[in-house]
């Protein structure tokens, strides 16, 4: 398996242990992708995951710069405007989900509202 799905598989695993309904993985527009779409209650969360082995290209969270934010954003805007019953959810958060991953042991780190 390659390591990015290894990463979006703990990622997932992380957010449904918290207690988060994953919805979609890998929304794909033109526009760009979304690595998870999660419930948690009444509020929508856009998932952003980033795993790296090692630090000798800086810490995952570093990899979601503001161009790639303002691409997240709006693919979320795309998936928002295709649901068929946006009022179910009160709210909208975009998360980022970092995982380091040092030999065989991995960090996980899971940043809420962090865009």
């Known amino acids: 398996m390659v390591l990015w799905e290894t990463g979006e ?10 207690g988060y309904r994953v919805i979609k993985r ?10 998870i779409v999660a ?3 009444k509020t929508l969360v856009f998932c952003e995951v980033k795993t790296r082995i ?12 503001g ?3 303002r691409r997240i954003r709006r693919v979320a ?4 405007a295709a649901l068929k019953n946006p009022n179910e959810f009160d709210s909208v958060r975009f998360d980022v989900i970092s995982i380091l991953s040092k030999g065989p042991t991995f960090k ?8």
Do not use: C
């Open 9 to 18: 598989d703990m990622a997932a695993l992380h957010l449904k242990r918290k």
């Open 26 to 35: 890998n929304f794909r527009t033109k526009l760009g992708e979304i690595d």
């Open 39 to 41: 419930r948690e209650g």
């Open 54 to 65: 090692g630090q000798p290209y800086g810490h995952p969270i570093e990899a979601v710069t």
């Open 67 to 69: 161009s790639k934010q």
């Open 77 to 80: 805007e795309l998936y928002l």
């Open 108 to 115: 996980l780190e899971h940043i809420e509202n962090a865009f």
